[in-house]
């Protein structure tokens, strides 16, 4: 089974604006909401994409039985530990630029962590378990690192998608695949990445460290993967923007249905990649249909 955790869910709010002013009244021109949290939105793009998986983490409140409701009616497994505060609310301001404002969450007990974690104690070397997202301010920033550990023990492996401190720990637990953009990956080594080429340099530093596969998705200027010893730089397809919300998840979803269905390491990354795009060329997270659209006009090159 892929297990996608979420320790830190949202229910995303989109709202569209003509324009915003500071500190006037604002009305909308359209609102919605959607689950949101990036283990769950690679859930959901790879339900689209015909693989099966479970989201775990925590939930709460009627944010959170929104969020469960939702996943239900889109046949998605999951089991969430409850806590008892409301599971947070993200903002996405929509105006000819996208401003978010991400919440803090819910608090997290020492009991609903133990509760949570005892989980892992039915997995196997054949699950693969994704780590995405925040952490929610009660619970630890080594939260990451002491599940890698769990997982490690048990040859499970770890796909990780995070950002700040989180990400330093998640890479000292060498694990299978990580998906930086090219500000977390700058900010990992206290340095700006501008470039396919900059980027390069730094991702083989993590492979060196033993991080076994990295994937640096840089939006409109491309995605590299690099492995040990093999580097691969695709292009993105040309396209307007209508959400780039779930983007970085998409290509996540995606690589991980292609891999976890057998194709090629850099034939996932090339699915990954349209799936990011055709999420980034969609109003909400992309079809699979919408990803094979563009699958063509991705070329993986060997760098
Ligand atoms: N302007 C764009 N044109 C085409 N694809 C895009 C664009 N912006 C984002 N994407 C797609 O979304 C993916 C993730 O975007 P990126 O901004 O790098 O990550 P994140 O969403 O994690 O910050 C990219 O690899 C690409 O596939
Ligand atoms: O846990 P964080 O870092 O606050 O991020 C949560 C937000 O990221 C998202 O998962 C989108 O992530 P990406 O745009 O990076 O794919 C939203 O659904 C959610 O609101």
């Known amino acids: 089974m892929i297990y996608t955790v979420t320790l830190n869910p949202s229910v995303d709010y989109i709202v569209k604006l003509e324009q915003f002013e500071l500190g006037s009244l604002n009305r909308m021109t359209d609102d919605s909401k959607f689950p949101g949290g990036k283990g769950i939105n690679v859930s959901r793009v790879m339900k689209r994409q015909g693989v099966e998986s479970k989201a775990i983490g925590f939930l709460g409140g009627f944010t959170g039985a929104f969020i469960e409701d939702f996943l239900t009616a889109e046949k998605i497994n999951h089991q969430f530990v409850k806590v008892s505060g409301d599971t947070r609310i993200n903002i996405k301001l929509k105006t000819d630029v996208e401003t978010e404002i991400n919440g803090l969450g819910p608090s997290v007990s020492d009991e609903q962590l133990d509760q949570f974690l005892q989980q892992f104690e039915d997995m196997d070397r054949h699950d693969i378990v994704l780590l995405a997202g925040s952490i929610p301010g009660t619970l630890p920033s080594s939260i990451y690192k002491r599940i890698i550990d769990i997982c490690n023990e048990k040859e499970i492996k770890v796909v990780a998608d ?96 292609a891999y976890s269905t057998n194709h090629p390491i850099e034939e996932a990354f090339k699915i990954g990649v349209a799936s990011g795009s055709a999420t980034a060329f969609s109003l909400e997270l992309c079809t699979k249909e919408k990803m094979e659209e563009l699958l063509p006009q991705i070329d993986v090159k060997t760098l």
Do not use: R
């Open 162 to 257: 995070v950002s700040g401190d989180a990400l330093k720990e998640v890479v000292s637990g060498k694990p299978f695949l990580i998906k930086p953009n090219h500000h977390e990956l700058g900010e990992l080594f206290d340095t700006k990445i501008e470039t396919v080429e900059e980027a390069h340099v730094y991702a083989k530093k993590l492979v060196s460290q033993g991080v076994q596969h990295v994937i640096v998705s840089l939006a409109e200027k491309g995605a590299l993967l690099v492995t040990e010893g093999n580097s691969f730089v695709a292009n993105v397809p040309k396209g307007k923007v209508l959400n780039s919300v779930g983007a970085g998840d998409s290509v996540v979803g995606g690589f991980i249905s």
